[in-house]
């Protein structure tokens, strides 16, 4: 009966938090904050049992599963570009905050520095559920995001080392300079393992077809890569982090199409349930938590003012270290001649420190003749739900008030028009290469038109937006998925008239939810990604203001001019009057300068990636 309980209460435990996370991402709430709250609700409901969750069930059952869907979607490539500001959250933002924390913890109760420290390491590291959740809601730089998910990747491992180190000098089993060596071995045994484990894992890969047995592997992974770690005392977290990372950026090569799509649907329904459990399992502890914190031999006054002492120190910490880190990258920009970030990007990033999972798994850690436990955890619980609710709620105001914007829709579509440009490019390059004597011109005609079909597609998403005209590949679209589901309820007339065998009838279903899941499914841009200006050139600049964002190109990633001449180009530009694609002034024949002269269109635009920026001949303004 107990067993049927247990089970009971974990499938109304998911139910709930999934019914929650979809009411809050309806609404456009954040979905942690929306669980933290309705879980310390649900806390104080007396049908509502109390919730109690081992350390174990966390460190191995959910940490190791969400660090590393969490890796496998980081880029690689991002990663080392903005290495040192990871460094600096990661590590020292991570020790610094420990410290601060424990100082005032040792102030304020009557604990040990040593239990005071590990206090602080387990409120220290920021979650990457909640930061990233609510930086992709709202919109945040890529650069931001992409900081924000790499401290949160290795803040933990930073924190889980440091507990334990402090938990070993609380029973005066260890030193400074152990303490020290074994934060090394720890951080270097977790690299080292989770490149062997990804390198194992790849060798296999390579020798894996079918996508069932290729998921598999991948639930796996993070545990192949945590357990062996944990298990010479190495960090666990490092070593799933790297793995997931390294799987992550080779799975192209290592991968078939449908293993990556199984995988990355899998992972994601994953992610899903843990974060939506976890957070709501925070909130439910909070009446149990309090009520033997209030308990204590400390008095209620004293109680309240160390809670409130901790949380302001978490948030501080975080403030004051931003600022010389802020200092530092300035400096090595200058020094490199690179550009120095925005004052906007720290103010946000320095705000964006929510607390999570594993500051509930590791208070969880501490031993049970830890000195005034029970306040302890309330102190632990304080900072999650203090940092969710205040700083997770008011983020998205934040970053209004300082007029960040997220990635432009637009920008993406234009790059990734370009670069489906250049792989059929090489697609018909091969094709004309691979096609024989022997080889159907219908075959490579239809071949042709896929590709061409494909690359207008990615061209009409950057047209004017025509709320009465449908591009020919929406039509086509539209067409296609109407006759899907016409041969759809043919095959179900069929079935429900006997005769065939299912087997037969299973083949052919798969086949039509093939081809409707390859349909590319291009939406329109929405009408605020679809600006027909610039903000703010309008009083500048009369031609910019009339001038479209982009146009779809008539050469697109070459200058016709330049192939025709045979010569080469340095940069393209695009003409947002005509679409027409020519070299920029540093090129040897300047055809964007030239093609102004002949037909006196006022504004072009950069066509390189990453680049948005607008250039008016005529009153020669940049927008």
């Not at 049927?4 to 929650?20: H, M, P």
């Not at 589901?485 to 939810?513: I, K, N, P």
């Amino acid at each position: 009966m107990r067993r049927v309980d247990y089970a009971g209460g974990i499938v109304l435990l998911v139910a709930t938090a999934t019914a929650i996370a979809a009411l809050a991402r309806s609404v456009g709430l954040s979905e942690p904050f929306a669980l933290t709250v309705a879980g310390m609700i649900g806390s104080y409901l007396s049908f509502v049992p109390e919730v109690h969750i081992e350390p174990e069930v966390v460190l191995l059952g959910v940490l190791p599963p969400l660090l590393y869907t969490a890796a496998i979607n980081t880029s690689l490539i991002d990663f080392r570009a903005n290495i040192r500001p990871i460094l600096l959250l990661s590590v020292g933002l991570v020790l610094f905050t420990t410290f601060c924390v424990a100082t005032v913890v040792w102030l304020l109760i009557p604990v040990p520095y040593s239990v005071a420290v590990a206090l602080g390491a387990v409120v220290a590291p920021p979650d990457a559920v909640a930061a990233t959740a609510v930086a992709r809601r709202i919109g945040l730089p890529r650069q931001i995001v992409t900081i924000l998910e790499g401290e949160s990747l290795f803040n933990d491992a930073t924190a889980l080392v440091t507990l334990r180190t402090a938990i070993a000098a609380s029973a005066g089993a260890v030193s400074v300079w152990t303490a020290g060596r074994d934060f090394l071995i720890a951080a270097g045994g977790g690299v080292l393992i989770g490149l062997a484990t990804a390198f194992i894992l790849a060798a296999l890969r390579k020798r894996l077809t079918d996508p069932v047995l290729d998921t598999t592997l991948s639930l796996l992974a993070p545990f192949v890569a945590y357990l062996p770690a944990e298990h010479v005392h190495a960090s666990g977290v490092i070593a799933v982090v790297v793995c997931g990372m390294m799987l992550g950026h080779a799975a192209p090569k290592l991968q078939n199409a449908s293993s990556r799509i199984a995988e990355r649907t899998n992972w994601r329904t994953v992610q899903f349930i843990l974060e939506s459990s976890v957070f709501l399992v925070i909130g439910l502890q909070l009446r149990s938590i309090l009520e033997n914190a209030w308990s204590s031999d400390l008095s209620h006054l004293r109680l309240i003012l160390a809670c409130a002492a901790v949380l302001a120190a978490v948030v501080l910490a975080r403030l004051i270290w931003i600022i010389p880190a802020v200092r530092f990258l300035v400096l090595r920009a200058r020094a490199r001649n690179d550009p120095a970030p925005a004052w906007q990007f720290p103010a946000v990033v320095s705000w964006a420190g929510m607390r999570g999972v594993v500051t509930l798994a590791a208070v969880l850690l501490l031993p049970t003749d830890t000195p005034e436990l029970d306040v302890l955890k309330l102190f632990a619980l304080v900072v999650v739900a203090g940092t969710l609710l205040a700083q997770g709620s008011s983020l998205p105001w934040l970053v209004r008030r300082l007029n960040l914007r997220g990635p432009s829709r637009i920008e993406d579509a234009l790059q990734e028009a370009q670069l489906l440009q250049r792989a059929g490019a090489a697609g018909l390059r091969t094709l004309d290469d691979a096609a024989g004597p022997d080889t159907p011109p219908a075959v490579v005609a239809a071949l042709r038109a896929r590709l061409e079909q494909r690359s207008n597609a990615s061209w009409e998403r950057l047209g004017p937006a025509e709320a009465d005209h449908r591009t020919p590949s929406a039509e086509y679209r539209r067409l296609r998925l109407a006759m899907l589901a016409a041969e759809r309820a043919e095959v179900l007339a069929v079935r429900a008239a006997g005769g065939v065998d299912h087997e037969v009838l299973q083949a052919v279903m798969t086949s039509l939810d093939v081809e409707e899941s390859m349909i590319d499914r291009i939406e329109e841009v929405d009408d605020d990604a679809r600006p027909e200006v610039l903000a703010g050139n309008g009083a500048a600049c009369a031609h910019l203001a009339a001038a479209p964002i982009t146009r779809v190109p008539d050469t697109p990633g070459r200058c016709g001019d330049c192939v025709a001449e045979e010569s080469s180009w340095v940069h393209l530009r695009l003409c947002l009057d005509c679409g027409h694609v020519a070299c920029c002034d540093s090129s040897p024949h300047a055809h964007a300068s030239r093609h102004f002269a002949e037909t006196g269109h006022p504004v072009m635009r950069s066509l390189e990636p990453g680049e948005e920026w607008r250039w008016c001949y005529v009153d020669e303004m940049l927008g």
